[in-house]
C-alpha cells in the first residue's frame, strides 16, 4: 500500500515571496491534515479536512497561509508572502475514519517538505 | 486546552538497556494516544496507538501502556539496540479529532 506522498522535500525562498506544497493521502482516507513542525518542537495542526470540507483551520496563520482539497483527495498549502519565521517541516498526514463514533484512526505521515526562508 | 509533556527531553543509554518514555497531558477526555518515531530530516512512524478504553499495546520489543485517570503514558522499549536511535513523541487525540503532541525525547543508543 502506497504511503503518504509529498512533494517537494525540500523549497528555499526568500521573504515575501510565495510557496506551495503538495500531499496525496493514503487511498480511502478520508481525514487530512497539515502540521507545522518547527525545528526541535512538535508539530502543530495547522488545518484538517474530513473529505474536503475544513473541520479545524483555528491555528492556520489565514493572513498568509491558505489550504484547499477541491476533490477530496489530494490537498495543497500555500503560503504567501512567507516569513523568517515560517521555516519549518510541513507534514502532511491522513487516516480513517470510524464511522461509529465519528473519531479518526491511526495516523500516517508523510516524508514532510523543508522550507527555509531566507 | 489540552498540553502534552514528555519527559525525559533526551535520553543516552548504552545497547541492551531496557528503558521507558514518558508522556502525561492534563485532560483526561482523550480518544486515544499514539506514539511515534522520527528520524532525522523524516516523517514521523506510527508505533502504537493505544484507544481509551485500552490500557496498553504491544508491538514487538516496544510496550505502550496508558493511565487515563493519571493522564500518564510510558513507552517500555526493551533490549534497545542502536537502531532505536531517534526522537519518540506522544500525540493524544481529544474532542474533534485534535492531535496535540509532546515535544519528543530523543533518544541515543551507544553501541
Known amino acids: 500500500e502506497a504511503g503518504v506522498a509529498q512533494s517537494p522535500r525540500y523549497k528555499i525562498i526568500e521573504k515575501r515571496q510565495s510557496v506551495a506544497f503538495w500531499c496525496n493521502p493514503i487511498?480511502?482516507?478520508?481525514?487530512l491534515y497539515w502540521y507545522q513542525q518547527i525545528l526541535g518542537q512538535g508539530p502543530k495542526l495547522l488545518i484538517q479536512?474530513?473529505?474536503?470540507?475544513?473541520?479545524?483551520d483555528s491555528q492556520l496563520p489565514k493572513d498568509r497561509f491558505s489550504a484547499e482539497r477541491l476533490k477530496g483527495v489530494d490537498s495543497t498549502l500555500k503560503i504567501q508572502p512567507a516569513k523568517l519565521e515560517d521555516s519549518a517541516v510541513y507534514l502532511c498526514?491522513?487516516?480513517?475514519?470510524?464511522?461509529?463514533?465519528?473519531?479518526?484512526?491511526?495516523?500516517?505521515f508523510g516524508e514532510g517538505s523543508r522550507l527555509t526562508v531566507l | 486546552k489540552q498540553e502534552v509533556t514528555q519527559i525525559p527531553a533526551a535520553l543516552s543509554v548504552p545497547e541492551g538497556e531496557n528503558l521507558v518514555l514518558n508522556c502525561s497531558f492534563t485532560d483526561s477526555a482523550i480518544y486515544n494516544l499514539q506514539w511515534f518515531r522520527q528520524d532525522p530530516g523524516k516523517g514521523l512512524t506510527s508505533l502504537l496507538l493505544i484507544q481509551s478504553s485500552q490500557r496498553e499495546q504491544t508491538s514487538g520489543r516496544l510496550n505502550a501502556s496508558l493511565d487515563k485517570s493519571s493522564g500518564r503514558s510510558t513507552l517500555y522499549i526493551a533490549a534497545s539496540q542502536p537502531g532505536d536511535s531517534a526522537t519518540y513523541l506522544c500525540a493524544v487525540k481529544t474532542s474533534g479529532s485534535r492531535l496535540t503532541f509532546g515535544e519528543g525525547t530523543q533518544l541515543t543508543v551507544n553501541p
Open positions: 487511498s480511502g482516507h478520508a481525514t
Open positions: 498526514a491522513s487516516s480513517s475514519i470510524f464511522l461509529k463514533d465519528g473519531t479518526t484512526g491511526e495516523l500516517f
Open positions: 479536512f474530513q473529505n474536503n470540507g475544513v473541520v479545524d
